[in-house]
Nanobody
């Protein structure tokens, strides 16, 4: 089992930045790959970014590439999502998720085994 708790969401103006954190407990953190997803009102949950167990490989959705950066600190059992140049369309609840396949950088929701409760990000225009 892996328990995940997101933090760092909030209200920010367009063009601003936020850093989300996701603290993990339970299973050894370095044995899981991690992902960030988001869900806007009335829309399906979508992939944002993923990172493998070591942090050596990352994957991004086209909509956030060059603006968002995923990283992890295995010593702190935490994965981060640095979000720069935020746009109103980035407004959503952001979720972190853990994938028991440590080498992966999956994009599909169904590949992830554990989910956090989410943190709200609101970008005003």
């Amino acid at each position: 089992q892996v328990q995940l708790v997101e933090s760092g969401g909030g209200l920010v103006q367009a063009g601003g930045s936020l850093r989300l954190s996701c603290a993990a407990s339970g299973r050894t953190f370095s044995t899981v790959a991690m992902g960030w997803f988001r869900q806007a009102p009335g829309k399906a949950r979508e992939f944002v970014a993923s990172i493998n167990w070591s942090g050596g490989n990352q994957r991004y959705a086209d909509s956030v590439k060059d603006r968002f950066t995923i990283s992890r600190d295995n010593a702190k059992n935490t994965v981060y999502l640095q979000m720069n140049s935020l746009k109103p369309e980035d407004t959503a609840v952001y979720y972190c998720a853990a994938d028991k396949t440590p080498l992966s950088t999956h994009r599909r929701l169904s590949d992830y085994d554990y989910w956090g409760q989410g943190t709200q990000v609101t970008v005003s225009s």
